[in-house]
């Protein structure tokens, strides 16, 4: 179903077509020369804040050129975005990702050759600039198209549930979502996505948007993880452009980037959970733990499992490693009922809260409440044969 508006005449239009939808007959009625200098206003604003972008985005290369934090190589890459950007405008949207891979392995190979030969500066900062900046064009093209559009999605799914949910915070006022209480490892998303729609519209073009930030994140995360780890800068690029290649493989693609839903930002703070312990943060590993398990809480044990990076390096035999991990284990114990406290605590709340004062509320839901071997091979079963059969028009 879909809403339009129906004129003295007769006739009729989408509500989606017209470039503007009132929410209310004061809104309509509102002067349109008043309207028209606000969005002059918005406009210049606009304007004066992307210059400023762009200067320093400038200033900043530059500064990174003579320091040699980024090569030509580097520019050359980045700088290929502009023209791919309008080569996605040419390409039908179902052949997105088929573009996006096919850039990211050539993109590989030439970073990859450029190690060898001169065995350049590398980080997950200089991912970020060379492969970053091209796959933000590329999903730029796609989705600032759709900010004046309502995105329809597909019934029954994740995706549509949290708008709903984030309607019913932002717009009924129902804050803590009592009438319509998420399952618990929904408790955050939705109160995120609510505040992207604020920012940005109705549209989810920015929610999409930022699922392909997400992605190029976690890549330059999983470089910062591996060069502490003291794998080669080869090893970190070849692991982060797999993770992206297979983001892009068909199914995988529509489901990360263009559904809308948690797993993009999950998996984005669980890196930077890993990320803050392995530097020693433990204030950010406590801050981004927290979030991600708010997140999805079938991140938890992962969440919890990313302390032990904060340990010191273990060294020596099989015997004695296992010697200086479970006496690290003793020495620490405060610390590791203190940070699974903080990611469990919460999450209980919440639910307890849902339990207490909302009637037959449902901690999960039916098609995950397995109670045998075999209960859980068929919702396995139900689950892929549901997933391949939906997909977004």
Known sequence: MEPFLVYPDGSTQSLFASPRVWTSLDGANYPVSQVNTFGFVLNVLGFLFASLIFVGLFIAIRVLLQDGKISLVDLYLALSGLP??????????????????????????????????????????????????????????????????????????????YQTF?????????????????????????????????????????????????????????????????????????????????????????????????????????????????????????????????LRLDYLGITFTAILLSSAPIQGTLKNAWMQFFGWLKTNWKLLAAYMSALCLPVFLAVLGYFLFVPDYMLNASDTDQTSFKSFIDGLVKSYCWRNNERPA
Not at 127 to 151: E, I, K, N, W
Not at 242 to 264: A, D, T, V, W
């Open 84 to 161: 791919l950007f309008f080569v996605t405008l040419l390409i039908q949207k179902q052949y997105m990702n088929v573009l996006a891979l096919s850039v990211i392995l050539v993109f590989y190979a030439v970073k990859l050759t450029e190690q060898f030969l001169y065995q350049r500066y590398f980080s997950g900062k200089v991912f970020l600039f060379s492969f970053g900046v091209v796959l933000l064009f590329l999903f730029l093209a796609l989705d600032t198209y759709d900010l004046r559009v309502v995105t329809n999605f597909p019934p029954f799914q994740d995706g549509l549930e």
């Open 166 to 294: 984030a309607h019913n915070i932002y717009v009924n006022l129902d804050i803590f979502l009592a009438n319509t209480p998420p399952r618990a490892y929904k408790v955050l998303f939705p109160y995120v996505v609510g505040l992207l729609h604020i920012l940005f519209g109705h549209s989810a073009s920015a929610q999409l948007f930022i699922d392909t930030w997400c992605a190029i994140l976690s890549g330059a995360l999983m470089i910062e993880l591996m060069k502490e780890l003291r794998l080669t800068d080869k090893v970190s690029l070849s692991a982060a452009v797999f993770y992206l290649s297979l983001l892009f493989l068909p199914s995988l693609y529509i489901f990360y980037f263009r559904f809308g839903l948690i797993e993009p930002f999950s998996t984005t703070l669980l890196l930077l959970t890993y990320y803050f312990a392995i530097k020693h943060q433990r204030v950010g590993m406590f801050i981004a733990g927290i979030f991600t398990v708010l």
